[in-house]
């Protein structure tokens, strides 16, 4: 027999808020839960292993529209799976294309870090520092 959680015990799981999981379920993007017989919702290990895959697209940053949009295939069925794939294809290849911006982002961080570390060790910057005029308050347009 298959156990079912409580959206306590769901939230807990997932590290959403039972607020976030009412929700992902008003906006489509999970399929309505079913419910114990005190209205309770109760969620099955496909609902969740579900949930868990809408975190790895919102961890990828994939917009809520597209989101919903893929949720709504899903609950069409096998009849949308090569549009499905598709769009997670797509999405994909914005991933890697981010993955290789940040990297070059990375690359340019760590060699100015490396630039600084070098000044640091030639002791470029060792009582070269100008101070800034101390602030008094008065702008040109504040003269008395």
């Known amino acids: 027999m298959e156990s079912h959680l409580s959206i306590e015990e769901a939230a807990q799981r997932t590290g959403l808020t039972a607020h976030t999981l009412r929700y992902y379920e008003r906006v489509g993007l999970i399929a309505p839960v079913p419910r114990a017989p005190g209205g309770q919702r109760r969620y099955a290990a496909a609902d969740m292993a579900w949930i868990e895959f809408l975190l790895r697209l ?53 060699d100015k870090i490396k630039h600084y570390r070098e000044l640091e060790k030639e002791g470029l910057t060792h009582g070269k520092r100008k101070s800034l005029p101390a602030r008094t308050g008065k702008t040109p347009g504040n003269r008395r």
């Open 58 to 110: 919102r961890t990828t940053n994939m917009p809520i529209a597209k989101v919903q949009a893929f949720a709504q295939l899903r609950s069409a069925g096998n009849a949308t799976v090569t549009d499905r794939r598709q769009m997670l294809e797509l999405h994909l290849a914005d991933v890697l294309a981010h993955i290789e911006t940040m990297q070059q982002s990375v690359h340019a961080l760590q």
